[in-house]
Structure formats: structure tokens, C-alpha cells
């Protein structure tokens, strides 16, 4: 099976704060994606990587930053916290982005910012 | 702007019967198709996926897809208390793109 983790469930930090998220898998998967997840917007892209080193915008990246030092670990840093950023997040990982395989997906980190 | 709707819910259902859910997507070339269910407070799970016109079932799922009316839908037979949760469309052509979520409830 699939196991994805993530650093903290819960978890909450003040404005202007520098907050790091991490995500583990264990699958040795290629893709790996960051989410988040609010009432009535659905999941929304933050970044995602198809290999170390590699990293891409995806719908809303402004305010975050990624990276991916190993294969198996993928991190979000949100550089000044903000309470807009207040949200569920979510990461995934999948075998071969280009297949569109399916995502696999972390507990979540429920963030709240005040 | 790639979209996939699908219509929020809720959508109330008596135990035992067949849920249907559906969802549309506007990019005509979108290669696969998942559904994902995501129960309250928690991420979502991949249920099925489906790349071929037709159906494909699984236990008591089933997902169709119509490629040519660019329509894939998820039926669940002898809908049970915990089949209530939040399903998720998603459709892949070089990104994949989700829909918001049909909240299911089945009632007792």
C-alpha cells in the first residue's frame, strides 16, 4: 500500500511566521503535489514536482514556496504566514505524472493562522 | 479554462438503493478519470478509475464514461450508511482537474 505522511495534523502558527509543511512517501514515486482544500473551492494546485530538484507553479502559488530535496520528501513553506492562508493541506504522490496515474493522498495538515 | 462540474449536492439516497453521481468536463481530449471519495475531516481516496468508453464496476461501483458527450458518472448499488461522504471527479489531460465534490448522504 501506498503510505503518504505528513508532518502535523494540526497545526497552528501566528501572522508573519515562516511555517514549514513536510510530506513523506514510501512508494517511490515520481510526482509529488501540494493542495489545499477550503469549504465551497475544492482542491486547489500549490506546486507540485516530477523529480528532485524539479518543481512547478500550479494554480495558486503566490505566497508559497517548495522543495524537494530527496525523492521521497516534499515540503511547503509558507514564508509569512498570513490568515488567508488558514486551510486544509493536502499532499499527494503518483507513479508517472504523464500517464495521469492516480494520486495518492497524505492525512492532511489542517493549518489555521492568527 | 479546463473545468469539471459537478453538481455539489446534498444528495439524499435511502439504504439499499443505487446513488448516481455524476460529472462533466470540458476538455475534449482528457485522457483518464477518477473518482475519489473523501469522508468528513479527512483526504480523499481514489474509488475507481476509468480510461475507455463503457463501464467498468468494481464491487458495488460502477464508473461510466461517455467520452463522446464528455460525461463520466459513478453509480453505488445497495447504498449503505457509510457509502455518505463527499465524491470527487477528477479528469486528466497533462493536469489533472477536479471537480468541487457531490455530497452523498444516505439515509437510514
Known amino acids: 500500500d501506498v503510505k503518504v505522511t505528513q508532518s502535523s495534523r494540526y497545526l497552528v502558527k501566528r501572522t508573519g511566521e515562516k511555517v514549514f509543511l513536510e510530506c513523506v512517501q514510501d512508494?517511490?514515486?515520481?510526482?509529488m503535489f501540494w493542495y489545499r482544500q477550503d469549504p465551497g473551492l475544492g482542491l486547489r494546485l500549490i506546486y507540485f514536482?516530477?523529480?528532485?530538484?524539479?518543481?512547478e507553479k500550479g494554480d495558486i502559488p503566490e505566497g508559497y514556496s517548495v522543495s524537494r530535496e530527496k525523492k521521497e520528501r516534499f515540503s511547503l513553506i509558507l514564508e509569512s504566514a498570513s490568515t488567508n492562508q488558514t486551510s486544509m493541506y493536502l499532499c499527494?504522490?503518483?507513479?508517472?505524472?504523464?500517464?495521469?496515474?492516480?494520486?495518492?493522498f497524505g492525512p492532511g495538515t489542517r493549518l489555521t493562522v492568527t | 479554462q479546463k473545468e469539471v462540474e459537478q453538481n455539489s449536492g446534498p444528495l439524499s439516497v435511502p439504504e439499499g438503493a443505487i446513488a448516481s453521481l455524476n460529472c462533466t468536463y470540458s476538455?475534449?481530449?482528457?485522457?483518464?478519470f477518477f473518482w475519489y471519495r473523501q469522508y468528513s475531516g479527512k483526504s480523499p481516496e481514489l474509488i475507481m478509475s476509468?480510461?475507455s468508453n463503457g463501464d467498468k464496476e468494481d464491487g458495488r461501483f460502477t464508473a461510466q464514461l461517455n467520452k463522446a458527450s464528455q460525461y463520466v458518472s459513478l453509480l453505488i448499488r445497495d447504498s449503505q450508511p457509510s457509502d455518505s461522504a463527499t465524491y470527487l471527479c477528477?479528469?486528466?489531460?497533462?493536469?489533472?482537474?477536479w471537480g468541487a465534490g457531490t455530497k452523498l448522504i444516505i439515509k437510514p
Open positions: 499527494a504522490s503518483s507513479l508517472a505524472f504523464n500517464r495521469g496515474d492516480e494520486q495518492y
Open positions: 512508494m517511490d514515486h515520481e510526482n
Open positions: 514536482s516530477y523529480d528532485v530538484k524539479m518543481k
Open positions: 476538455d475534449r481530449v482528457s485522457q483518464s
Open positions: 476509468i480510461y
Open positions: 477528477a479528469v486528466f489531460n497533462y493536469q489533472l482537474i
